[in-house]
């Protein structure tokens, strides 16, 4: 009991102030849409991570019905911190990390529970490497779609000039329509 007091007057530190959550989203806000019709797009999405800072109004001891005990903030459920044995607040809220982020993501897309992180520079650190990653990506991907743009301006200089050499060999000028 004396833990779960120590854990609880520390989360309950974090009234006035911000708890963090993580969340990620398609770059492109109409990637589903297009999947849907059936227009061009990559054929997954590419991702943007953002951080979601939320002011602490609140913050409760809860008791689910299968008896967990959790402080949960705002009088929301998905922003709740299991009171576990430990002498801590770092046994319950993850350090930013790689690894941290990516669980935390997975969880609130598989179960909409939100993981809480409060080191907001660690967690920028974080959230950069993976926009980093995604940059990469779709910068990978319009490097490839520039090519076969290059392809088809050099499909059309080929037939332009065929087009006009033919032409010439006939001594019709077409340089007034085809520039």
């Given at each position: ?131 980093n990653e995604s940059e990469a990506i779709l910068t ?10 290059k392809t088809l301006r050099d499909a059309t200089s ?22």
């Amino acid at each position: 009991m004396k833990t779960e007091i120590i854990l609880a007057s520390q989360c309950g530190a974090a009234l006035g102030k911000f708890v963090l959550t993580v969340e990620r989203n398609p770059v492109d806000p109409d990637y589903s849409r297009k999947v849907a019709e059936n227009k061009l797009r990559t054929s997954s999405p590419i991702y943007m991570y953002s951080i979601k800072p939320i002011k602490v109004k609140n913050a409760e001891i809860v008791e689910t019905t299968n008896g967990g005990k959790f402080v949960e903030y705002n009088n929301d459920a998905t922003l709740r911190i299991p009171l576990i044995s430990g002498d801590t607040i770092d046994k319950v809220i993850p350090k930013p990390s790689a690894d941290s982020v990516r669980v935390a993501i997975n969880k609130y897309e598989t179960t909409k529970q939100k993981t809480i992180f409060i080191d907001y520079p660690a967690l920028v650190k974080e959230v950069a490497a993976l926009n980093n990653e995604s940059e990469a990506i779709l910068t990978a991907f319009v490097n490839e779609m520039m090519k076969y743009v290059k392809t088809l301006r050099d499909a059309t200089s080929t037939e332009i000039a065929a087009c006009k050499s033919a032409m010439e060999d006939e001594g019709i000028d077409v340089s007034s329509i085809l520039g």
